[in-house]
């Protein structure tokens, strides 16, 4: 199946009592059995839920892999990764990552025992000299968030497996619709299903996607011990936005780059960031490895004055001053006080990310609508 296909009919069945087209709501905590041990496949709904095996089902289809597995949040997914981990073991990072997963990384896990270490692998013949025995995971944000960076997953993958460490992706950014980074050698792909996925910024939701059994094994049984499972109704959500992914990413990436363009000529704009760009460090690999360049982008304005962009932050009409990102209405948004205000000041400039950075993720709203908000925004 094509992915158009994929979107509405992987992992999707009528109904078998009333052959109703949409996957019911399985609003149940537990299931009655026959008999002790006896039961038609389900027990107690924190283990599995039929709304959520036929989610997790498509999802897996649609990021090319064998397994699928479905958490309460994005942080939620990425927390059960790093679960796979022991005392001592070391993960190695992309330096430009959601500060949400830097916040997780750094105050939660580093105390447990575990050791990170953020590397910049726009160049990834760079990852050699970081590798040790003890590196245990790469985690890598491709584009990343928020400065869009473009890491070559292929040779990142190569790199990581000769070493004997596995590949996680966050292709939250990508999405399936643009990027599958198993098909480049990830041993596995997370996503915060509440952007993109869901598509309509009404529901919270993570998922973990593998083509490794023995992974999927061990993360099934830390969904289950742990618990941090999304409800019936949220899956249910989450089936329904997908299924017009493949439109609603089509305008992100026509909008996106119609705005990044927009953002490039203007006279009060320094940088932009977005991998569409020829003038992109690493527009090529975005090339390579990407079926369009996402909805995402960022930039900052000449003068670097902290004044003039809270001016524009707080002046858009159509761009909703928010978090998150990946719903069809447009964001704009500060990440040196929003997504990223839990990495320290210094970190965040050493990487790039000015206090005067904004990002917006591009909605499906008419593209000479948005460029006209930006326009009186900007002045």
């Not at 039961?39 to 289809?61: F, I, M, V, W």
């Not at 760079?126 to 040790?132: G, I, K, M």
């Not at 040196?336 to 210094?346: D, F, G, Q, R, V």
């Not at 917006?360 to 609508?369: P, T």
Request: overall charge negative; proline content about 5%; glycine content about 8%.
């Amino acid at each position: 199946m094509k992915f158009a296909t994929k979107v509405i009919h992987a992992g999707i069945h009528p109904d078998p009592t009333t052959g109703a087209i949409m996957t019911p709501i399985y609003q149940t905590s537990t299931y009655v059995q026959e008999a002790p041990g006896r039961h038609k496949g389900y027990e107690y709904a924190r283990t599995s839920n039929p709304t959520r095996d036929a989610l997790q089902a498509n999802l897996a289809a649609l990021e090319n892999c064998r397994y699928g597995l479905c958490f309460s949040s994005g942080l939620a997914a990425t927390d059960a990764v790093l679960k796979l981990l022991s005392k001592g073991d070391e993960v190695l990072s992309t330096s430009d990552i959601y500060g949400g997963t830097y916040r997780l990384f750094v105050k939660v896990f580093e105390r447990l025992g575990l050791r990170f270490r953020f590397v910049d692998l726009q160049n990834p013949a760079r990852l050699a000299d970081y590798l040790t025995a003890k590196t245990k995971l790469v985690w890598i944000e491709t584009p990343s968030n928020p400065m869009m960076q473009i890491i070559d997953l292929e040779a990142v993958c190569t790199l990581a497996h000769q070493h004997g460490a596995y590949v996680a992706v966050d292709n939250t950014f990508a999405t399936p619709y643009l990027q599958n980074p198993a098909e480049w050698g990830a041993d596995l792909v997370v996503h915060s299903a509440t952007k993109y996925l869901g598509g309509h910024s009404d529901v919270v939701m993570g998922a973990v996607l593998t083509n490794n059994e023995e992974l999927y094994e061990r993360l099934k049984f830390l969904q289950n011990a742990c618990g941090a499972v999304p409800g019936p109704m949220d899956c249910f959500l989450v089936l329904r936005g997908i299924k017009t992914l493949h439109v609603r990413m089509q305008r992100h990436c026509e909008n996106a780059e119609k705005i990044a363009d927009f953002l490039v000529s203007h006279p009060k704009v320094e940088d932009v960031f977005y991998p569409g760009i020829p003038a992109h460090p690493n527009h090529a690999v975005a090339r390579k490895q990407m079926r369009g360049f996402g909805g995402m982008l960022s930039f900052t304005l000449k003068g670097n004055r902290m004044e003039d962009a809270l001016k524009v932050l707080s002046n858009t009409r159509l761009f909703a001053l928010a978090e998150s990102l990946g719903g069809v209405e447009s964001l704009i948004g500060h990440p040196a006080t929003m997504t990223h205000a839990s990495i320290p000041k210094e970190e965040r400039e050493s990487r790039g990310l000015r206090d005067t950075l904004i990002r917006l993720s591009v909605g499906i709203e008419d593209a000479d609508d948005l460029m006209s908000d930006l326009e009186q925004a900007i002045g």
